[in-house]
């Protein structure tokens, strides 16, 4: 699901002497590529950005003398490989995926669906891991795929980690950038942030996908500082009747303490 362009600083805003403009739109370039681009023209992501095509033109231009984006006979972009360079420093440091990698395996199994981490990305989700079952579910979102934080079981635990201040203003943005998904998903995901901070679960019946019914619960705060949470999607037609509530809503939440004391006992031997 791609998301919406984030608003840009404008003229008529108060301005911030440091804040470089040509990098925020090269950015939004990059990050306006959607997984299913075969190829893009300037025009599409000039329509994707609300940015003239003269700049896009200029800024696709040094990200190809740069190395992030490749171009084709047709003169249509892709992004190129040399991306995953700047990504991949942000994985590394979270040692938590290669920590819980075989915990969430056997749970994946045991579930007969799929497990994943995820953290906040604005008023979305992105995945940084995801195990599943050679027979688990049609959807499987790969590490860097985002939904919307309101929508998703893992999305509702990381809002429920969160100080009441911060949740209540990350509430308030969601409301105002996406009413419609608020006015279809904002009553479930209040439920479900007040039900994980109860029970330490919480779960979404179909709410992003319809054939599968999901468990998230909060995991932990990473060194560097972000919210990690933890999920398991199941197709609906493997489920009993009350299984994610009773069982393995509870067992996620065992599986994320687990995977704590686990990085707590890391930390101490690397001290």
Request: charge should be positive.
């Amino acid at each position: 699901m791609p998301n919406p362009p984030r608003p840009r600083q404008r003229a008529s805003d108060a301005p911030d002497p440091f804040f470089a403009t040509t990098l925020a739109r090269g950015l939004e370039v990059l990050a306006a590529f959607r997984p299913t681009d075969a190829s893009v023209a300037n025009s599409e992501l000039a329509a994707r950005t609300g940015l003239s095509r003269p700049t896009v033109s200029r800024l696709t231009n040094t990200l190809l003398r740069l190395g992030y984006v490749r171009r084709d006979a047709g003169g249509r972009y892709r992004l190129s490989t040399h991306v995953l360079r700047v990504a991949y420093p942000v994985l590394a440091q979270l040692r938590i995926r290669q920590l819980a990698r075989p915990l969430m395996r056997d749970f994946a199994e045991q579930a007969r669906g799929t497990v994943s981490i995820g953290t906040i990305d604005g008023t979305d989700l992105v995945y940084v891991e995801t195990v599943r079952t050679a027979d688990g579910t049609d959807f499987v979102p790969d590490i860097g795929v985002s939904l919307p934080l309101a929508q998703a079981a893992m999305g509702r635990a990381l809002l429920s980690m969160l100080p009441e201040a911060e949740r209540r203003a990350l509430l308030a943005r969601i409301r105002a950038d996406s009413p419609g998904l608020w006015k279809s998903y904002g009553r479930n995901a209040e439920r479900a942030i007040a039900q994980c901070r109860a029970e330490g679960f919480c779960v979404s019946l179909g709410d992003f996908r319809g054939e599968i019914h999901a468990a998230g619960a909060p995991l932990m705060t990473a060194p560097s500082g972000e919210q990690l949470a933890i999920n398991c999607g199941v197709p609906v037609y493997r489920l009993r009747t009350g299984e994610l509530e009773r069982e393995i809503g509870p067992r996620l939440a065992a599986l994320a303490a687990s995977i704590r004391s686990l990085a707590q006992g890391s930390g101490r031997r690397a001290a």
